[in-house]
């Protein structure tokens, strides 16, 4: 394989901006969520006090609404961004089962090579993953903020105790994948500064 020089950044600036607003507004609605579940948890266990956000309910609410809201825009933006400019059908275009099943063994072997600027199988496979949790994160927490004005949607999702456990639920995957991202970019600490700094691709390959 020999590179090919490129040319593009890493991250074109929109993406940089709409990712640390996203980051921001995904903090505020985890450690909002945590101080509500802890006004009326559903399973046996709590957050700790220190790892809530607004102090007490009423401040959590308000913290969780205005972050929705937040989160709300920015994910409407960064749609129409990777629409308009094919970034979805460039860079996060569905993987073939095979180049996932090719590339999950090579990051379980610690093998997989990472490339700033481009998407490997497994990536495309959890950005796409988490876009549709947060989706469901959002619509499940429009269904148990208003289930009244909201009933079709509560409904939908099998009334309020149903669609509060999906969001709940939700909740854990994002936390997850906060997780894992966070770990790989431990492992890899220049896609931080790729998200930073106006860094250029690292060069395409050909056979």
Known sequence: MRPL?????????????????????????MFSGWEIYDASPSLPFLFPQWAGLGGWLGGALAWHL???WLLFADGLAYLAYGIATGHFRRDLAPPHPREVGRDLGAALRFALPHR???????Q???YAGIIIVITFAVATGLAIWKPVQFGWLTGLFGGYPIARGIHLAMMGLIATFVVIHVTLVAFYPRTLVSMIANTSADPETTP
């Open 124 to 126: 495309r496979l959890l």
């Open 5 to 29: 020089r490129s040319a593009r950044p890493a991250h074109p600036v929109p993406i940089r901006i709409m990712h640390w607003i996203g980051v921001y507004a995904i903090g505020c609605m």
């Open 116 to 122: 700033i600027g481009h998407y490997n199988a497994v």
């Open 66 to 68: 205005s972050a929705m």
